[in-house]
């Protein structure tokens, strides 16, 4: 699965940059853009149970445009995202998975960038806040919620590709080469006191396809012009 998706994003972006060998302007015409972004996630998790999450909110996406011809642009930005995964740890018990995390992408966009076009890229992603949940036939018996918490990877690498149709509205897939979790916490049992690491054996990658609305749509600040 996890290879899977890599050589799909690799070949979409390689496409893309294949085709993008066109003369540019060398003063791109230079905007931000913003908008939402509707996650249905997943993970890689060996030996549970994956259900889909979907996650409509808090996803907010800041894009800085640099079109650089009506066909071809780049971007970079800053992004807030609701990232995660849900599974069955047995049976009766459910859990579910987030971080909040701060991402910057440097990506690529080639087509009509009017009308429909693709893009693809890498976003480094800070995971600032955690959160734990935990279900017993279907009662939440457990929860809590942590701040730059040990319990994940603080930084996260992340590959994406997608395209934007007509309208303004984007459809992405991603995928999270980096773990979710730190294998290597070690957390303490109240009871006994003793040293445990809960995660040392839990090997999970997070995958998303999303929707998105209007986030590369120019805005009315721009800072430049072909």
């Keep these: 699965m996890k290879r899977t998706l890599l050589l799909i994003i690799f070949m979409i972006q390689f496409s893309i940059l294949v085709q993008a060998q066109k ?10 853009s913003s908008g939402g972004e509707w996650i249905f996630s997943g993970g890689t998790v060996d030996g549970y149970n994956n259900v889909v999450r979907w996650a409509p909110v808090i996803n907010i996406q800041n894009i800085l445009n640099f079109d650089q011809s009506t066909n071809f642009g780049w971007f970079t930005g800053l992004n807030l995202r609701n990232v995660g995964f849900i599974f069955d740890e047995s049976p009766s018990i459910r859990k ?9 992408p440097i990506g ?16 480094l992603e800070w995971a600032f ?22 319990r994940v990877n603080l930084w996260q690498s992340s590959f994406f590709a997608g395209m934007t149709l007509p309208g303004g509205t984007s459809i992405k897939v991603k995928y999270y080469p980096t773990e979710f979790f730190n294998r290597s916490f070690t957390a303490t049992d109240p009871d006994t006191g003793a040293s445990f690491r809960p995660y040392e054996n839990f090997q999970a990658n997070v995958f998303y396809v999303s929707l998105s609305f209007n986030v ?3 805005g009315k600040l721009s800072l430049g012009d072909n």
């Excluded at 087509?111 to 890498?122: E, I, P, V, W």
Aim: charged share 35%; no cysteine; glycine share 4%.
């Design 216 to 218: 590369f749509k120019a």
């Design 108 to 123: 690529v966009k080639i087509g009509d960038l009017n009308r429909q076009f693709f893009f693809a890229g890498y976003e």
């Design 96 to 104: 579910k998975v987030r971080t909040y995390n701060l991402g910057v």
């Design 129 to 150: 806040n955690y959160r734990e949940r935990t279900f017993r036939d279907e009662r939440r018996v457990d929860r809590f919620n942590v701040w730059f918490s040990d």
């Design 23 to 32: 003369e540019v302007s060398l003063f791109p015409k230079t905007y931000w």
